[in-house]
């Protein structure tokens, strides 16, 4: 029984160094062949991947500023679109992760500006054959007497059509049967 669990964990540890090496392949993929992601996201760094959850991270930069000094509201689009993406990608480690059909962003706070860091956690909900939906959160952090507090910026959902051509929807890394 301890052996099978330990060929489990073993077995899962793969799977999630598979997963977050896949997130990151598509991530630098992103930015290298888009201008806008290269733009406003060639820094981003991913800190956690699990199976339907990116946490990545970034240090502004004049560039992602409005006039006021603040995240600017199209950034936190860029943001939202290229970091759903990653959490579609790391549900099953799909290549394509579809097409925008909604997006809705309430902004809360300004309080991001230049040199600030924020916390981009992107989850995806639900994966189906057709649609995925996915929630976000982008939070400045700070760290304040040692401990880390984050302030939500923005809030975002997005749907994108993720239908595939050939083959059935895989579901956490495996193909469906």
Known sequence: MASQQSQQSIEQAELEAKRTAHVEQLSNWLT???????????????????????????????????????????????????????????????????ASVDMHISYLSSSAGAGDVVEIVATAEKVGGSMAFVTILIQKVEVVDGEEKKTIVTKGHHTKFVRQS????KENGETKV
């Open 32 to 98: 290298q062949n888009s201008a806008i992601y290269n733009i406003f996201l060639s820094g981003v760094k991913q800190t956690s991947v699990v199976a339907g959850t990116v946490v990545s991270r970034l240090t502004l930069t004049p560039t992602h500023l409005n006039s006021k000094g603040g995240l600017h509201g199209a950034v936190s689009a860029a943001f939202i679109d290229f970091t759903t993406g990653l959490a579609i990608a790391s549900w099953d480690l799909r290549e394509k992760t579809g």
């Open 166 to 169: 050939g083959g059935k929807p």
